[in-house]
T-cell receptor, first 113, second 113 residues
Framework: EAQVTQNPRYLITVTGKKLTVTCSQN?????MSWYRQDPGLGLRQIYY???????DKGDVPEGYKVSRKEKRNFPLILESPSPNQTSLYFC????????????FGSGTRLTVV | KQEVTQIPAALSVPEGENLVLNCSFT??????LQWFRQDPGKGLTSLLL?????REQTSGRLNASLDKSSGRSTLYIAASQPGDSATYLC????????????FGAGTTVTVRA
């Protein structure tokens, strides 16, 4: 089944403890992206990647890192999480050619205390 | 910067009534427009994808139109059912110098049995 898989689905952590949220897709998509969703603010893009070893900042990149060493994986790294990073996170992927549409993962609910 | 607006923010209708959800965007230089459904705390499910060259797309009881020049899209859901209760998100990919998916804040629909 074609899908975007995120792990974990739920995570509670403490301020300052480094964490990684994994994202993997099996559709050979070039384009991958991370979004966070907050009440009243909607979905905002954190980082995106056009292809392997190519990443760029979205609208809200502060406090996050990403890497794209393989085409299928695009992990989101929080080096020193803070409470304002408590949110619902989504990974998405697409073919690079405009017009193919996005596929989203099921989301990761992160709570930083 | 691309701005996407969805009206109304919330909608409550009796079962059987047709639903009309509106989406507008400020930059008409888009590649495509995608409608998603989101259940509370869950991921995004793609409903319809309309390419910039298309006027509408249909899937079952769902029909989405696109007027690119005026920056508008409308999602019609015929003969609504309680299972249609969810938040519906409109997203556009691209705009001038804008290679990303920009989301509206969504319309939360409640269908009363």
């Amino acid at each position: 089944e074609a899908q975007v898989t995120q792990n974990p689905r739920y995570l509670i952590t403490v301020t300052g403890k480094k964490l990684t949220v994994t994202c993997s897709q099996n559709m050979n998509h070039e384009y991958m992206s991370w979004y966070r969703q907050d009440p009243g603010l909607g979905l905002r893009q954190i980082y995106y990647s056009m292809n392997v070893e190519v990443t760029d900042k979205g609208d809200v990149p502060e406090g996050y890192k990403v890497s794209r060493k393989e085409k299928r994986n695009f992990p989101l790294i929080l080096e020193s999480p803070s409470p304002n990073q408590t949110s619902l996170y989504f990974c998405a992927s697409s073919f690079a050619t405009p017009g193919s549409g996005y596929t989203f993962g099921s989301g990761t609910r992160l709570t930083v205390v | 910067k691309q701005e996407v607006t969805q009206i109304p923010a919330a909608l409550s209708v009796p079962e059987g009534e047709n639903l009309v959800l509106n989406c507008s965007f400020t930059d008409s230089a888009i590649y495509n427009l995608q409608w998603f459904r989101q259940d509370p705390g869950k991921g995004l499910t793609s409903l319809l994808l309309i390419q910039s060259s298309q006027r509408e797309q249909t899937s079952g009881r769902l029909n989405a139109s696109l007027d690119k020049s005026s920056g508008r899209s409308t999602l019609y859901i015929a003969a609504s059912q309680p299972g249609d209760s969810a938040t519906y998100l409109c997203a556009v990919w691209g705009g001038s110098n804008d290679y990303k998916l920009s989301f509206g804040a969504g319309t939360t629909v409640t269908v009363r049995a």
